[in-house]
């Protein structure tokens, strides 16, 4: 129960942390990624759009006269008119979904791969201003730091994927489970969150990945809480990209940091 306190409340200092040390400039990248993120997004979705609209308007496409008709015949025109005016907004409203779904399943790990670079240095820069034992930049450590934060996200993504693969197709078989392989599915989610948050910590302790599982297990209610704010924070549009990676990464220091006496 301790270390789920001390998880949290790492998290939720992390900000009044930065603000103080002057590291909010690092709140910057961020907000670049985003922009750059929604503009890709933005022009991906509008090809997207125009090819599955031209699609379902040559295969779905009710044809209408161009001359009006009278009676029935006028009528059923015009009900042709309006199931074709209400396919569009069908297909766009489906298109927006199928997005946004798109960007929940992968949008993490390209978040914490494209800002490995800034989480690795935040976190290292956390941990010099709790110990006050300052060490000079390193770039060969710092990239040794940026490529294991690629690859374990990498590997998470991947170990989390093949999870939700095989719980889905057991809840299939059984679908009375479906909540509860929600749940479960959403707290693996918040594990592999908190675990790559920890694991800046345990390669500047020179840990291999088996000895970084070993070191997140020992302390798995304060990664788990790390990784549950984290989630919870990335559901808040634009501010939980900007804001849960690097609140994540300084929380993680501040809760593994041994209690002041």
Known sequence: MQDLTRGFHGFFSAFGFMLRHRM??????????????ALGLFQAGTAISGTVEN???????????ATERTGLAGLWDQAKAFLNG???????IA???AIIALVALVGKYVVLILLSPLLAYASERAEEILTGSGTP????????EVG??????????ALETTINVAAWVITLFVPLLAPITAIFLWLVSCWFYGFSMFDYIHERQRLGIGASVRSARSRQSMV???GL?????MKVPVAGLIMAPLLGSVGAVLAAAPPRR
């Open 24 to 37: 909010a400039w690092m709140f910057a990248a961020p907000v670049l990624l985003w922009a750059l993120f």
């Open 55 to 65: 699609w379902a308007a040559q295969y779905l496409d009710l044809p209408v006269p």
């Open 86 to 92: 209400a396919r569009e907004v069908v297909v766009w």
């Open 95 to 97: 298109l927006k979904l």
């Open 137 to 144: 930049f390193n770039v060969a450590r710092w990239l040794k």
């Open 148 to 157: 294991r934060g690629i690859l374990m996200a990498l590997r998470n993504g």
């Open 224 to 226: 788990l809480a790390n």
């Open 229 to 233: 704010a984290f989630n919870l924070l």
